[in-house]
C-alpha cells in the first residue's frame, strides 16, 4: 500500500493567534464519509470528522508558528514552517506527500507536490486541513478565556467587523499579529 500525507494549515488570515498546520495519513481501506475543505463544512460536521480522522488515520499531527514567527518571517513562510513541524512529528514515514496550495515545506525526504484545491480534492489533505482547524479552534476558545473582550470564541480571530471595533476599542495585547495591514494601521495611529 502506497502511503499519502497530507498537509494542509489553518489561520493564515485571521488577526491574531498563531497559524496551525496539520499531516494525516489516511488508510486507504477505512472510508470517511463526507470528508472535504474544513471550510465547506459546519463546525458540527467538522468536530465529528476530527472524531473520525483520529480514530482511522494512520499517523495525524499537529504544529503551529507563533505570533512572533508569523511578524518575523511573514504568514506564508510561517504556514510553511507549521506544515514542517506537522511532518516531523509523525511517527510514521509516508511514501508521497500532497500540500494544499502553491508552495511545498521544506521536506527534502521525500516527493510531494502542491496542489491547489487539494483540501477539496484529496481525502489527506482534507482530513488534514480538518484537524488544523479544528485545533486552531479550540486554541482560539483558550484565548477567549483569558482575553473575553474580543469575543473571540465567535470569530476566531479572523477581522470580522465585530473583531475589528473589539480590536479598536480594546487596543493590542500579545496575541495580535502585528504585521498584519489592520494592526500595523492601529499601531502606527497610537504612535502618531
Known amino acids: 500500500m502506497t502511503l499519502i500525507c497530507g498537509i494542509d494549515e489553518a489561520g493564515r488570515g485571521p488577526l491574531c ?46 504544529a503551529t508558528a507563533s505570533v512572533e514567527e508569523i511578524d518575523k518571517i511573514n504568514i506564508l513562510q510561517a504556514s510553511l514552517l507549521a506544515m514542517k513541524r506537522a511532518f516531523d512529528l509523525l511517527s510514521t514515514k509516508p511514501d508521497f506527500i500532497y500540500i494544499d496550495g502553491l508552495y511545498c515545506p521544506d521536506i527534502k525526504i521525500l516527493p510531494m507536490e502542491a496542489v491547489v484545491r487539494g483540501d477539496s480534492l484529496i481525502k ?64 502606527n495611529k497610537k504612535d502618531t
Open 17 to 62: 493567534g498563531p497559524v496551525y498546520a496539520s499531516a494525516v495519513i489516511l488508510d486507504s481501506d477505512l472510508v470517511i464519509n463526507n470528508l472535504t475543505d474544513s471550510k465547506k463544512l459546519s463546525e458540527k460536521n467538522r468536530n465529528i470528522l476530527y472524531d473520525e480522522i483520529k480514530l482511522k488515520a494512520i499517523d495525524y499531527s499537529y
Open 124 to 187: 489527506a489533505i482534507s482530513a488534514a486541513s480538518v484537524i488544523a482547524k479544528v485545533e486552531r479552534d479550540k486554541h482560539m476558545i483558550q484565548l477567549d478565556q483569558e482575553y473575553p473582550q474580543y469575543n473571540l470564541k465567535k470569530h476566531k480571530g479572523y477581522p470580522t467587523k465585530e473583531h475589528l471595533q473589539l480590536v479598536k476599542q480594546y487596543g493590542i495585547n500579545k496575541i495580535y499579529r502585528s504585521s498584519f495591514k489592520p494592526i500595523k494601521e492601529l499601531i
